[in-house]
């Protein structure tokens, strides 16, 4: 009696922690045969608790991995970035032949991404740097993602990835960034733009809170109102879930209990370095980072609070009671368009830097559902971008600038009651700070660079023949 061959598997998944098992047994439901390795093969058991149908195999040893997959081999690696992804990718090389495929599904530093894309080529191998975003939830249901690598490798492994993505009213949130790390570099700007989303919500709760006394339920119900608006997103409607969660010990709002100490994984630091390096502002990513390392110094903030005195005797008038909800609604939904402009612009630069051409309204789109920062700004910006795909500044967009105009008075005048009141906004306020910036004819920087030439001869340009070259004078 002859035993039949089982068919090769035509997509295969390296690593099963959270996020490879999820992608796992996403690509499985979809109709593909998966197969699957993990260094730990009882977390194979893990699949199969969480429902792995038949067609999803684990394999105990990589060479049986490698050759139960079809020609050419897709195989997606869901590892900690740095080296272990180096690590498994030296184990794979000699297991594959030319024209197979692998791509790196975690948040790698895209100039790895880079170096490993190029090495892969010399030996006839394809590798894509796929960033993916949505969590554990969206890589099980559909997450966003963001391929970067050789267009005739993505044609390769689009079916899968379009199988598994999100979808929105826009069509299927997955697209080719652009060569070699564009998607990693796309996505790590993504995790910047959630940093300062985030900051700008624990802002607003924080002002809300403190300045006005509302609840945590309270708070839950006004942004529930906010998120039938213009003001719609994830991280909005996360939010409210989280502020509505009770405390099973106390029964008091579980938020409220939680210690006021963020962590980070890194890819908010490695934006705010990269813009850096190619000249680009991103204050309200920065500030967002700065936030959460403050954040870290919990001992010294309390000892500090007993010696740097709050401000005393202060508090709202009639008016701001009245107003501060509906300011501070406007102020967190102009500070957004202000980040993500950064984000973007960010974005752009790179792009520009690296030949990638990628296209700014595909990512607004691909973003529309699956992600963390997807929100309803995004049509807008998407418009925005198809319209002008060169757009200097998401905030000079026809359908955005006038929109700012409109907002900036209350966005004012929510910075101004934090800062009287001693409640820090460093988010509110960069944004505001960038967006008074950018519309300023007239900055300072005439007596910088002035100061520049009388201390060190660093020359400057003169205002009436800025064409004219470089020149130094004498201060004294």
């Not at 989280?242 to 980070?264: M, S």
């Not at 519309?439 to 910088?448: A, D, I, K, Y």
Request: net charge neutral; aromatic share 6%; charged share 20%.
């Amino acid at each position: 009696m002859s035993t039949k061959t089982p068919p090769l598997a035509q997509f295969g998944v390296v690593g099963m922690g959270v996020m490879g098992q999820s992608l796992a047994l996403n690509v499985a439901d979809r109709g593909f045969r998966v197969a699957v390795w993990d260094i730990e093969p009882k977390r194979f058991e893990d699949l199969r608790h969480k429902g792995a149908p038949p067609s999803l195999q684990g394999h105990a040893a990589l060479e049986d991995f490698v050759g139960a997959l079809e020609r050419p081999r897709r195989i997606l690696m869901m590892v900690t970035a740095g080296a272990p992804v180096d690590s498994v990718m030296e184990r794979l090389a000699p297991l594959l032949a030319p024209g197979d495929i692998v791509l790196d599904g975690g948040n790698s530093w895209f100039q790895d991404t880079r170096r490993r894309e190029a090495a892969w080529k010399q030996k006839g191998l394809h590798f894509l740097g796929v960033g993916v975003s949505g969590g554990e939830e969206g890589a099980r249901h559909g997450p966003s993602l963001m391929p970067g690598g050789p267009a005739e490798a993505y044609a390769l492994v689009r079916p899968v990835l379009e199988a598994i993505a999100a979808r929105s009213e826009e069509g299927v949130c997955v697209t080719h960034v652009g060569p070699d790390g564009a998607g990693h570099f796309v996505k790590m700007v993504h995790n910047g733009i959630e940093y300062a989303d985030m900051q700008l919500l624990a802002e607003t709760y924080d002002l809300l809170r403190r300045g006005l006394g509302m609840s945590a339920d309270a708070l839950a119900g006004l942004f529930e109102q906010w998120n039938q608006g213009i003001a719609e997103s994830f991280l909005l409607e996360t939010t409210i879930r989280v502020l509505r969660k009770k405390d099973a010990e106390t029964g008091k709002p579980l938020v409220e209990q939680v210690l006021d100490k963020a962590g980070q994984k890194g890819t908010g630091k490695w934006t705010v370095q990269v813009a850096l390096d190619l000249g680009v502002s991103v204050p309200s990513i920065a500030g967002a980072l700065d936030a959460r390392n403050l954040s870290s110094l919990k001992d010294e903030r309390v000892a500090a609070g007993r010696v740097l005195a709050a401000p005393q005797g202060e508090a709202l008038s009639a008016e701001e009671k009245a107003n501060l909800a509906a300011w501070a609604h406007d102020a967190l939904y102009a500070a957004r368009v202000a980040t993500y402009a950064q984000g973007l612009r960010l974005i752009q630069a790179a792009s520009q830097e690296y030949k990638w051409n990628v296209s700014l309204s595909e990512m607004a789109r691909i973003w529309r559902a699956g992600c963390i920062i997807r929100a309803r700004l995004l049509t807008p910006l998407r418009e925005a971008f198809e319209k002008t795909p060169d757009l200097k500044n998401l905030m000079v967009a026809d359908g955005l600038a006038p929109v700012l105009g409109k907002m900036a008075p209350a966005w004012r005048r929510t910075v101004g009651v934090a800062t009287r009141l001693g409640i820090p906004v460093p988010v509110l306020g960069a944004s505001l700070a960038y967006f008074d910036s950018y519309r300023s004819p007239e900055l300072p920087q005439n007596l910088t660079q002035a100061q520049r030439d009388a201390f060190g001869a660093h020359t400057y340009q003169r205002r009436d023949r800025p064409d004219a070259g470089f020149i130094h004078s004498d201060w004294s």
